[in-house]
């Protein structure tokens, strides 16, 4: 069993016209499978990327899809005892 601890990115979002709009939030590891949202604070916007990103996490164990390993600064792979199931989120 491994625990994937996954770098996530949030940072003030613009509307098209510069305008504060809320905040972004995403997983550059998994933005290809969907993993990014938006919140209007940054706790909201926080709350909203776990979610996705758990989702995503076990949508890929479902459906027997590995997932990403790297790059090193953006995913940390670690290995567990099969006792202590578990998916970690680092933010």
Known sequence: MKTYSFKVIVEPDEDFDGNPSGWHAYCPALEGL??????????E???????????????????????????????????????????AVTV
């Open 34 to 43: 969907g993993g990014s949202t938006w919140g209007y604070t940054r706790e």
């Open 45 to 87: 916007a926080l709350k909203n990327i776990r979610e996705v990103v758990h989702l995503i996490v076990e949508e890929q164990v479902q459906e027997g899809r590995p997932l990403p390993e790297g790059p090193e600064n953006s995913v940390e792979v670690e290995e567990v005892s099969p006792e202590t199931p578990r998916i």
